[in-house]
């Protein structure tokens, strides 16, 4: 066996660059780390809109559920031997109750824009997507060069013009978010009815809109009242308000068919966890059991914020993501240092993520009104900071 060399002085230095990069994120205050908090501390940070995260009983069931089946582990790509019959009632349960005609499930939010992204997308065609679309579909739209326009924000008319001043030759495509989840805005309903308009798919990531927002919580094309048209893409996630992980997308058969055969992320990938696609099952279960009284809890904390800090805040609490805005990353540190002494964790948000600073709030409904009527009289304070 042959023997390695050893590292020249060159060589080590080569490797220890690392600590001048780190060195200069810590000075600009975007230093990043993983932490565990103490469960005393109040969660308005994480994306466990409905509080599934910490239900025991909704775990014990996933457990019973996945003791049923053969394997308790994918073994492989869905499309090997990795697909089980727990796969395929959750994509059965997802189209049903969705109004999409088929599914197919992948091992995160990001995989699933990766492949939507990268597989949708061909030579003659153009992708036109929202400047504030998540970090993953920028991060799939840098190859694809030209065909990747982006507009304003939320801004049908820019969405509008765009596509008219430069149509390609083959589709048209359009891709934005049922809730931004930097935001907390909901995308209007007129990018559905371009999208008709144009002949073009309509990509919604709905990860932070899945589970909260629509008469059954059900997303951007519910809380409009849309019906599904055979155009029309939904993407969402089970790691948010499903308290699972891993994530879907929803679409014609053909669509489906066309990424299962082309979409990196579909092909070289091992397929879902089996127990947090029982756990997704057994948590959706859940959710339509009891839409009713969770939207009335939804609203409950909404309209509790709204009445604290609608003099401050200067605009609607549409959904249960809340953003307050700093005018320097210190400041926003600062303020997040002081509620966590406070005994609240709320999100610290800074470049790349967000052009300037935030704080992220997240209206949980596993928090207690009193909970959130104390942290709101507080952040009150910071608002246009």
Known sequence: MAKLSKLTPQRKNNFA??????????????????KIFADSIRDFASNDYLGLAQKRKLAHKAYQLIST????????????????????????ELKTLNGFEDCVLLGSGFLAN?????????????????????????????????RAVFFKHNDPQALLEAIDAAPPKGRVIIAIEGVYSMDGDIAKKDFAQIACLKNALLIVDEAHSSGCIGKNLLGYFDYHNLS???????????????????????????????????????????????????LALVNLAYIQKHKQKLAQK?????????????????????????TIPFSNTLCMLQAHQEL??????VGAIRKPTVPTPILRVVLSIKNTPKQTKKLCKIIRNYSGA
């Open 228 to 278: 599904i048209a055979p155009n029309f893409i939904k993407m969402g996630t089970f790691s948010k308000a499903y308290g699972s992980y891993g994530a879907y997308i929803l679409a014609n058969k053909g669509v489906i068919d066309f990424l299962c055969n082309r979409a990196k992320s579909i092909i070289y990938t091992t397929a879902l966890s089996v127990f947090d696609t029982a």
């Open 69 to 92: 089946q053969h394997s308790h582990a994918p073994k492989a790509s869905m499309l090997v031997n990795g697909y089980c019959a727990l796969h395929r009632q959750l994509e059965q």
């Open 17 to 34: 660059m690392f600590s001048k990069e780190l060195a200069a994120i810590k000075h600009a205050h975007l230093y990043r780390e993983r």
């Open 114 to 146: 990766i492949a939507l992204f990268d597989a949708l997308v061909r030579k003659n065609d153009k992708i036109y997507i929202d400047e504030k679309y998540h970090a993953s579909g920028m991060y799939a739209a840098k190859s694809l060069g030209e």
């Open 298 to 322: 939804i609203h409950a904390q909404k309209s509790l914020a709204q009445k604290i800090l609608a003099r401050s805040l200067n605009r609607p609490i549409d959904t249960m993501i809340l």
């Open 340 to 345: 966590f002494d406070l005994g609240f964790l």
